[in-house]
């Protein structure tokens, strides 16, 4: 008859056999297109980001500087903060009302590529943490709303942005117009890499990922670290 400490080594040994083979591979090099050891899934992480974008409403927008401005610093990146909405139409796509006095929108005429840096901003008290929130950059190009569609875009963005209807077209400030990030690269960070996905996402992924309108994504990514967190713990208990 087997003793009970044979038993419980058996068990243990079994354990930490299902245990291992559960576990995704790990990442071949930090310089990989990336870092996933153990944790979010790419697909989990464009569910995670495309809900960020949704509920956040405010990003850095980034432009590569041309010479219009001040030659000393033509090639430079530029970044300003900018409101969006991205459920307004053309779902996922950010929505944005820009002037042709910005400095970005001056940049985007010689070079149309853009970058919009979005994270996770902390709740009313909370300092918050950047360096472990997610954040994620949306790589594209700024593309004019159809007139037909503006309509649309005017009552959907005032919805969310309520003072911008001081800078609606027409109004007669700064000449502000519509503009669709039209996407074509994404990056996301979810937070310390190991049980967070850091790597680019794949558009059509992040299109098609399951918007939770009933959290926040505060409360969204919240409740995925601490199930990671605990799936992590429980994995090194038998390491």
């Known amino acids: 008859m087997l003793s009970l400490r044979t038993l419980a080594v058996t068990f243990s040994l079994a354990l930490l056999s299902a245990t291992a083979m559960a576990l995704p591979a790990p990442a071949a090099s930090c310089h990989s297109e990336s870092v996933q050891v153990m944790g979010e899934t790419r697909e989990q992480a464009a569910g995670l980001a495309r809900n960020l974008v949704k509920n956040t409403g405010v990003g850095t927008l980034m432009t590569i500087m041309n010479a219009s401005q001040k030659s000393a610093v033509e ?7 900018d409101y969006y909405v991205d459920d307004c139409q053309d779902g996922g796509k950010p929505l944005m009302l820009l002037s042709h006095l910005q400095i970005n929108v001056q ?3 010689s070079s ?3 970058s919009l840096a979005i994270r996770k901003l902390p709740a009313e008290g909370e300092h918050g943490n950047p360096m472990v929130d997610p954040r994620v950059t949306l790589m ?3 593309v004019p709303v159809e007139e037909a569609k503006q309509k649309k875009a005017e009552e959907c963005f005032v919805a969310k942005h309520p003072e911008a209807k001081w ?11 519509w503009y ?3 996407i074509e ?3 996301y960070i979810g937070g310390f890499g190991g049980i967070h996905y850091i790597g680019w996402i794949p558009v059509d992924t992040y299109y098609n990922a399951h918007l939770n309108n009933d959290k926040s994504s505060r409360e969204m990514v919240e409740e995925e670290s601490e199930s990671l967190s605990l799936m992590l713990r429980q994995q090194t208990m038998f390491a």
């Open 75 to 81: 090639g430079y990146p530029f970044g300003s903060m």
């Open 107 to 109: 940049n985007a005429r």
């Open 112 to 114: 149309n590529h853009i």
């Open 140 to 142: 594209g190009r700024l």
């Open 167 to 177: 800078w609606l077209p027409g109004a007669g400030f700064h000449d502000f117009k």
């Open 180 to 182: 669709n990030l039209d």
């Open 185 to 187: 690269e994404i990056y």
